[in-house]
Structure formats: C-alpha cells, structure tokens
C-alpha cells in the first residue's frame, strides 16, 4: 500500500537558520502530496500541497517540489523564525478517488532564540 | 464560527464508561473523517463518511461507533474503551472536489 517516509525529529535549530525536512513516498499511481503543520494543542493546518510531477507548493515562506523521479517531497525554508517551532506532517492523496490521506510519522521542529 | 470545530476538547473516562465526541464543519463540505493520533505513531484513519454514509471502515474495533447524521455533524461514540485508546482524536472535512482536508482541534482522550 502507499506509504510517506519522514525524517525523525526532533530537529532543533536556531532561528534565521535554514531548514529540511526530508520526506519520501511510495505510491502506486500519481498522489496529490501534502505538507501540513501542527501548533502546540491545535490541529492540523495545511502548509502547502502539490498535485503533479514538478509542482512546487509554497506558503509562509515554506516550500516543497513534488519529484516524481524520486519520489521526495522535502520541505524547506531559508530563514525559520521561532514561530515555526511545531510538529510537521508529510503526506498523500491517492488518486484512485479514496480521499483519505497516508501520514508520515510527523518531525518536530524547535526554533531556539 | 468558521472552519471545524470538536467538542471535548478534553476527556477522562473510565473504561466502563460511555461518551461521545462531535464534530462540526461549516465549510459547506459533504466528507468527514475521523483519525487517530497516538504518540510516536502516525495519524491512523479510522472512519470516512461521504454525503453521511460511511465509505470506508479502517478496521476499528466496534467500541468506536461513529455516526453522522447530516454532513455537516459527526459523532463518535465511545464504549467500553481501553488505556491504549487514549489519544488525540482528530475530525477533519473536504469538499467532494477537493483533496485539501482541513482538521478540528482535537479531541484529547485519556481512558482510565
């Protein structure tokens, strides 16, 4: 079955510096792939999305290019800020028509001062 | 209020217990979701329900019974529940033609 592959937290960094998070999938046909972010005792909040080969989804200074050849969908930010300090989930729709979403294991990110 | 909304925000139960935790959108969407987030694990579907009738059943045990009964409410109803059940139960809602789901706050679950 599908799955997402995320890279294990915590990862801690100190504000301006640049950020990864690595994520990979395995899917049999072509998903829609997701980035979504979870505040401290909040929900998931959609970051960012593509839906084909090469898409790049961005928002609130964050990005992700959808790489079909690697099946990667990293997320990165040039300059994090302390505010970004949250629990960070990959994931993907199958195109089949089922809409339920396939989660990565999440990757906490601290932004220190 | 906007968005998805769930009600408890928090809740301890005893295991011989019966409670039920709701789900509300206003985003006009017509599927529902409920998932489960446990530490350390990633988020497991549990149910979908589309224009409320359930697609899809991730093999649950029967002490969870959801119900929706129009598509903007869904219900779950917990019965004789165990301390492994305890989570962070989360509702989300999307629109037919969309893929984007957009999630509720959570309910926070400690079963005793």
């Known amino acids: 079955g599908d799955s997402v592959t995320q890279m294990e937290g915590p990862v801690t960094l100190s504000e301006e510096a640049c950020l990864t998070i690595n994520c990979t999938y395995t899917a049999t046909g072509y998903p829609s792939l997701f980035w979504y972010v979870q505040y401290p005792g909040e929900g998931l909040q959609l970051l960012l999305k593509?839906?084909?080969?090469?898409d790049k989804g961005s928002n609130k200074g964050f990005e992700a290019t959808y790489r079909k050849e690697t099946t990667s969908f990293h997320l990165e930010k040039g300059s994090v800020q302390v505010s970004d300090s949250a629990v960070y989930f990959c994931?993907?729709?199958?195109?089949?028509?089922?809409?339920?979403?396939?989660f990565g294991s999440g990757t906490r990110l601290q932004v220190q001062p | 209020e906007t968005g998805v909304t769930q009600t408890p925000r928090h809740l301890v139960m005893g295991m011989t217990n019966k409670k039920s935790l709701k789900c509300e959108q206003h985003?006009?969407?017509?599927?529902m979701y409920w998932y489960k987030q446990s530490a350390k694990k990633p988020l497991e579907l549990m149910f979908v329900y589309n224009f409320k009738e359930q697609t899809e059943n991730n093999s649950v045990p029967s002490r969870f019974s959801p119900e929706c009964p129009n598509s903007s409410h869904l219900f779950l109803h917990l019965h004789t529940l165990q301390p492994e059940d305890s989570a962070l139960y989360l509702c989300?809602?999307?629109?037919?033609?969309?893929?984007?789901?957009?999630f509720g706050p959570g309910t926070r679950l400690l079963v005793l």
């Open positions: 989300a809602s999307s629109d037919q033609n969309q893929e984007t789901q957009y």
């Open positions: 994931a993907l729709s199958e195109d089949t028509g089922r809409r339920a979403l396939t």
């Open positions: 593509a839906t084909k080969a090469d």
């Open positions: 985003l006009g969407h017509n599927a």
